[in-house]
């Protein structure tokens, strides 16, 4: 039978991983290898995907990619603890220390490094094995954590607190080191080129056997590294230990356990790394198969497969610059890039392929499956002797009841909308509103108090009109709005860092499947909800060129913090208290619904074929650290008063000078005389049909293209600093057709700019740029129709 | 115009090129406060953060 067929609950073991490519290697990288038992624990609401259990830890999976994993059934095997008292504890090795482990300096690869010279570390780990929190406790400095896999897309580089001579760099959370997704090459590249003095590899010790896959591979590059057992603390609670000792002496590096959350180890850590790194000490065994003389074992072939290539390949390695054992056992694996590296003869590459032939035809695995099944060979006799297994640990307990509810067949979608809904809600109608509402009472106070400065010192009318009509309405205006995004950001940041945001993925996978997509470009458009400019970014975590770009087309639709100002000053011009909050989140569906919309023609159109396989691990859920929300507010607040301090208040300057003066730089009689109303006049013809012809509001839109703030400082600004006039510019429902433009046209030139490096394309970003305004003008257009019909107009 | 005038208009002017020079080092790019993934466009990036 296959994965697929599996009932909930059902235990089955792997007998053969169909398929190929990227995701077949990803599969056997994650332990879905020949033998493993797998439990099905969980299936979507929509039925797609499943969530297995395996090797200590939950995977999910789609049923189509689950339908290529030949399985039989069996009894589930029971989690036992190890007796105690059934083994003598050994003497601590002292890998890493002074004075100790004297063995070790063998492994010396060159000069001891003076103190005070430079020494630059790799942080390396699986994701969510708290990497950016060891970042920050080893740094000092501060980091968003994400809970979600895949949060952290690019690298991070700190000092080492207490020690500048030392650097760390934060790599992306990786799994193995395959050639196949954007971050395990970014990682590798770090690691064979940049040629650091030392490797950090932090392991999760609560799921220690898939952690080590990845850890086996690091040490094959031969670089000075020590291994971060982190979260020992809640290994401990639940009952479970690692024999440091023993774990240090098999595999000939230093071992630290770690809470990186509790700052527990870390001085230890550094110490040792730094050891390592300064006196040049190579990892004790980057050899982990034997032969055991069973001409069938699928390990002992392998065995003698990867000496045989060591003793074929050694001299192109080294020309090639590449650690020998990792280069034979990726050439094994046919690695495209280790391949194209080492550049092979024909005799040498048909000598290698005899090789491998062999090892398939005496072990019964093909070569990708060998080297998986031959590392978690290793890892499972490892853990046998030097870890104890907890009981199922609590936060595992905890995750499990709030998912029957979270992610339960017919609750899971009612709880996303509700939990949606809340915050949409307590960010525009509660908290949100009534502290903007105080933030504007402010702004106008201090306004009020410059202008009677301003009067009382006699300062001459134009230079009065500049500093209060343009730089503190205009600012001010946008301020005002300041505490509506920082709640929202608070939301969307509880959300992320509890883990809930990977259960959202998991959920919205096949929904998503219908519009050419994946689960995990839902998070992507979440973020949008905040600012496209990180939710773009995100996108590198998709591993698909296709689904990425997809995903970048349709985060405009998501409506960011950006144009809450726009929405705040319309709704609360032109429409009674109770309906603000329907016709915001009217406005949100609306571009929702238009994304997916656009997702369907793209689909049918420029972006046919599959979207990436889902393959990811569903954390278990954390209460958010208070610290990590809390500098997010910061970063946030901090980076909205920058952009109303900078970007706003120049764009104001800029327009109260084009609506001062007129072509002649002399000051306007009138307002439609100035070379604002000028340049606004150019393009407002456009903008008739939809009910808003007025050069003020084509103006505004025209700013709204620097930051989408701008709309409302520029109306404000043309307005003489009068918000009361807007029903001069609009009517209710031409200020919603105007709301409407606004969610869909394009985004901010900082959104454009990242699309165009995301993408590398000048033209896609413009293209980008024009086909949202072409989208708003429509929708908007056919939005006054509708009211047309009404006779709402 | 006044003394006092031209003092307020020197120091709109001066915050008004400090700005547009800030805004031109910088992109204007608000990273959303999301570090985690806004490796590309910080201007620390590369650079040890003290």
Known sequence: ?793 | MNFASYVVLAIVGVLFVLAVRYVLRHGGSDCGGNCSSCGASCPHRGKPRR
Request: neutral net charge; hydrophobic residues 45%.
């Open chain 1, 1 to 793: 039978m296959t994965l697929d067929k599996l009932t909930i609950g059902q235990s089955a073991r792997i007998l053969q991983v169909a398929g190929k490519g990227e995701l077949r290697h990803h599969l056997l990288d994650m332990g879905l290898t020949p033998g493993v038992e797998v439990t099905l624990r969980k299936v979507a609401p929509m039925g797609d995907p499943i969530e297995l259990e395996l090797r200590g830890y939950e995977l999910t999976l789609r049923l189509d990619d689950a339908g290529q994993i030949e399985v039989e059934a069996v009894e589930p095997t029971p989690h036992a603890a190890q007796p105690a008292g059934r083994y003598s504890a050994i003497a601590h090795p002292g890998v890493g220390e002074l004075g100790r482990a004297k063995s070790y300096r063998a492994n010396k690869i060159g000069e001891t490094i003076p103190k005070g010279q430079p020494l630059t570390f790799a942080l390396v780990g699986n994701q969510n094995c708290g990497k950016t929190t060891l970042f920050n406790q080893l740094t000092g400095s501060n980091q968003h954590v994400g809970n979600f896999p895949g949060v952290t897309v690019d690298r991070k580089d700190g000092v080492i607190r207490s020690h500048p001579e030392a650097t760390v760099t934060d790599l992306p959370g990786i799994y193995s080191l395959s050639p196949y997704s954007n971050e395990e090459i970014v990682t590798r590249d770090f690691l064979m080129k940049t040629h650091p003095t030392g490797i950090i590899n932090i392991v999760d010790a609560s799921n220690i056997e898939r952690n080590l896959y990845l850890t086996m591979q690091l040490m094959e590059l031969g670089i000075p590294m020590v291994l971060a057992l982190n979260m020992m603390d809640e290994v401990r609670a639940n009952g479970g230990s690692v024999r440091i000792n023993e774990l240090e002496e098999i595999l000939g590096i230093p071992v630290v356990p770690i809470s990186a959350a509790k700052n527990e180890g870390i001085d230890e850590l550094i110490d040792h790394a730094l050891h390592v790194a300064r006196h040049r000490e190579a990892p004790g065994r980057i050899d982990f198969c034997t032969d055991n003389g069973q001409p069938d074992d699928p390990v002992s072939a392998v065995h003698r497969c990867i000496h045989a290539a060591v003793h074929l390949l050694e001299p192109n390695a080294k020309a090639a610059g590449l650690p020998v054992r990792f280069a034979c056992t990726k050439m094994i694996e046919n690695d495209p890039l280790i391949e194209k590296a080492m550049e092979l003869t024909e005799p040498e590459k048909a000598t290698l392929g005899r090789v491998i032939g062999l090892m398939e035809k005496e072990g019964g695995l093909d070569r990708e499956a060998a080297l998986a099944n031959m590392r978690f060979a290793f890892i499972e006799t490892l853990c046998a002797k030097t870890v104890v297994k907890p009981q199922e640990s609590r936060e595992h307990k905890r995750s499990v009841a709030i998912d029957k509810i979270l992610t339960g067949r017919y609750t899971a979608i009612p709880c996303f909308i509700v939990i949606m809904a809340l915050v949409f809600v307590t960010t525009f109608s509660l908290i949100g509103a009534f502290l903007s509402d105080l933030m504007s009472l402010g702004v106008e106070a201090i306004t009020n108090l410059v202008d009677q400065g301003l009067t009382a010192y006699q300062i001459n009318p134009v230079v009065r009109s500049l500093v209060v009509d343009g730089a503190l309405n205009g600012v001010g205006s946008v301020l005002s709005f300041l505490p509506t995004i920082v709640v929202l950001f608070f939301f969307l940041s509880i959300l992320e860092d509890t883990g809930y945001m990977a259960r959202v993925a998991f959920i919205m996978d096949k929904p998503l499947r219908r519009i050419g997509l994946s689960g995990r470009s839902f998070v992507p458009m979440l973020i949008g909800f905040g600012c496209s400019v990180p939710a773009i970014m995100s996108t590198r975590t998709l591993s698909s060129d296709r689904d990425r770009r997809m995903t970048i087309l349709l985060t405009p639709f998501m409506s960011c913090s950006a144009k809450l100002p726009i929405y705040g000053l319309l709704t609360s011009a032109f429409f009674a208290p109770q309906w603000r909050g329907l016709v915001m989140v009217g406005l949100y569906l609306l571009g929702m619904l238009c994304g997916i919309l656009y997702a369907f023609l793209l689909k049918k159109t420029i972006f046919q074929g599959e979207p990436v396989p889902f393959v990811m691990e569903l954390p278990n859920y954390r209460l958010p650290s208070a610290k990590s929300v809390l500098q997010l507010i910061w970063d946030k607040a901090k980076g909205f008063i920058q952009k109303a301090f900078t970007l706003i208040f120049a764009a104001t300057v800029i327009i109260w000078f084009l609506q001062t003066f007129d072509t002649r730089l002399n000051v306007a009689a009138a307002a439609d005389e100035s070379l604002l109303a000028l340049l606004g006049g150019w393009i407002a013809p456009l903008f008739a049909p939809l009910g808003f012809g007025d050069w003020r509001v084509s103006t505004a839109l025209i700013t709204g293209f620097s930051a989408k703030e701008s709309v409302v400082s520029t109306l404000t600004v043309l307005l003489g600093g009068n918000t009361s006039l807007l029903p001069t510019l609009f009517t209710p429902f031409t200020a919603l057709v105007f709301l409407v433009f606004t969610l869909l046209y394009t985004p901010c030139v900082a959104a454009i700019a990242t699309v165009r490096r995301e993408t590398g394309s000048a033209r896609a970003a413009a293209l980008t740029a024009l086909t949202q305004c072409a989208i708003a003008w429509v929708i908007a257009f056919l939005v006054r129709c509708l009211g047309s019909l009404f006779g709402l107009v």
